[in-house]
């Protein structure tokens, strides 16, 4: 008697906990599919039209999901975020800058290592109604997925103790934008692919009044307030020559040292790239260009009053439609060799992109996780990626974009960028890298002593 008990309290404990024998399935599954619910996702920059057939691709899969998505101005993004979770009606999901990894690592969370959501068996054949559900549990990507799938950038920058913080949909660098009517008024037939040759081509391109006033300038470089992204512009230069910008376990910044790549070790790269890139607005140097009383860069490129500049490509569509009657061109980023390779025979491209996460304070963590690892997947990246003309995160997507001729100098590059930045406080890290700039500039510091400075006052940031 006492056995018959057992099996019977067996069979009761697995009845309710499966939902075997229940009409509806799994009852619990049931229910929570019966129940809707609202994922809210904030961005900056891009309108809800970017995401429009990700978002009803996914809900045809999971009807029961309401995607509410906001785009928000990117000068109140990081202050409307902490007011909203202040009040709790923060973002299920949202994205940060590749940049700000660690200053956002305690609000949000880590890709599970799997999936758990309900999902219906069958439904009316008259009605189309649901009539049974259950539970679908799914492998989560891995680390080595993420290796495998996305370019090295974003595994460097989403990856961290093993686990997965976030995903990306785009990776973006910086790719030489030029005026084709300028370079041909100075017979340059080819857009400058080494630094040696941008030395050359500013010297034709540049046109000076009597009084020594730039009038046209040959390239947008040397300065740091006047130029969109000078800190990356000018850690490009240091990364192509060799420097190593920051301490791979620490992250303390150590681009002014000397390289322990580099068997000269009196020479510091990053020192001697602060030096030949503050030349471009020196008056005293052949190369003299730009200054800080010329407009925004590109604000000067649209105008027809600079030949060149390094620009990202989510500037060109602007530059695009502002610049209507210019003759635009654009190539990947200079290289210290012709063959394409910088100062320790590697490729070197500077990366800058937008990570998706996932908010700690979010009540539909698999739901949230679920919608990302969709949206960022090959088939739906690819339908964002075509309507906002970025350059794909994803390695199953370069070829494809290299035959897109908007798009194929920045796509040629995403295998190559690279970023360094991995503390708290970027923008303090900005501002602290266009002080190093103007000192140099005033004569305040020489190169060296300029970029001691500045390597220490971002370490104290860390």
Known sequence: MKSKIIVILIILVFISTTGWGCKQGNIEAFNDLSEPITLRYWRVFDGDDAFGEIIADYQRLHPNVDIEYKKLRYEEYEQALLEAWAEDRGPDIFTIHNTWMAKYREKIIPLPESIKLPYAVTADSRTGKMTKADYKETKSLTAMDIKNRFVDAAYQDVVK?????????????????????????????????????IKEAVKKLTVKDETGKIVQAGIALGTGKNINRAVDLLSLLMMQNGAQMADSGSGRATFNETSPYITDKSFKPGVDALRFYTDFASPTKDVYSWNDEMPEAADAFIAGQVAMMLGYAYQLPLIRTQGARLNIGVTEAPHINASGTDALGSKINIASYWVEVVSKKTKYQNYAWDFLSFATGSEEAEKYLNKTKKP?????????????YEIAPFAGQVLTAKSWYSGRDFQAAEVIFEEMIENVLAGKSEPEEAANFAANKINQTL
């Open 161 to 197: 103790d093993n686990q997965v913080w976030g995903l990306p949909l785009s990776v973006d660098s910086l790719a030489l934008f030029y005026n084709r009517t300028l370079l041909d008024n100075v017979q340059i037939t080819q857009p400058p692919k080494t630094w040696l040759e």
């Open 392 to 404: 794909t995160a994803l390695r199953s997507l370069v070829d494809k974009q290299m035959n897109d």
